[in-house]
């Protein structure tokens, strides 16, 4: 069941639209990230979502119910803010246990309910520590268990892991996914980082100025973007013009001094179209083979787990990815030989 559903929403700030009909639904225990850059609107989803924002048209259904009209506070859900917003004059226990505190809970239930939510953060005997004693990491636990422990039926993130560096938040986003996991709750996760949102999300949304571009599974989304802004947002794509032929009944794509195979989409022969595929997407060889195309290679980046070769293929200039264990045979100077996958090579009109 649809624990979710956001129909036609639509918000301005004062003549600025900031969304545009914005219409998703999210099932019952799935993780679901809001990807997009920055400014495109992900934090006022969430703030509609939770009620601290109304949109102008438009509604929010959760366990079937709609709760456009409810105030914040009668709303059964968690947020964890983008800074915390923890209160830093509270313990630790204070801070998790205010959600509770202002639902008018007995003393017994805020302690049990504290103690289990500090446990679910691997945070045990921290309880009466000031919140500007402990690491970003521990505050960002801390609100978490705040979020959590009123047992919202939906928990909103909203760039929860920006402010960690790179380790703990690699450790964080493992930890977060494994609570959310456990105890089965719908999660609706805003980043604009799409490493994160590839490697979390049971499903991504991927926004971009207001208006939703694309709706997909992490693996779909990566091989198969649907416009050039979703190739080239999802990670480094290679996007090149050219025009759309038709050769012995087979369909490719001529460009400045190349031309490559394509599967047929849409459009006819002498079409302007952009073609759009990844570094990793390419076979290379050093020798010639059939449908293959000249690659000129003028850089070499080696990253550790891949290999970047720079280049030239006609008179456009790409990027390829390659395993770092073949990277000894292409060295800069070196003309090979590529050929895009047919299967992920896209174009675009
Ligand atoms: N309270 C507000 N008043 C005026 N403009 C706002 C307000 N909140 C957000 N905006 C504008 O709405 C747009 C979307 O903002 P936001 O939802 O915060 O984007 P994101 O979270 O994707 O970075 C931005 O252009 C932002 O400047
Ligand atoms: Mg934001």
Redesign the pocket.
Known sequence: MNNLIIKNLNKS?GT?Q?LYDINFEVKNGDFVSLL?P???????ILRIINGLETADTGSVIVDGKDITMVPVEKRNIGMVFQNYALFPTMSVAKNIGYGLNIRKKSKEEIDEKVNWALKLVKLEGMEDRKITKLSGGQQQRIALARALVIEPSILLLDEPLSALDRKIRAEMQYELRNIQQKIGITTIF?THDQEEALTMSDKIILMNEGVIEQESDPINLYNYPNSIFASDFLGKANILKGKLVEIEGRWAVEGNGWIVGVNYKEGKAGDNVSVAVRGEHFNIETKEFEGSQKFEITNKVFTGSVCKLLGNMGKDEIEISIISLDAEKYQVGDTAHVMPTLETTLYFQ
């Open positions: 700030f600025n900031v997009g920055s400014g495109c609107g992900k934090t006022t805003v």
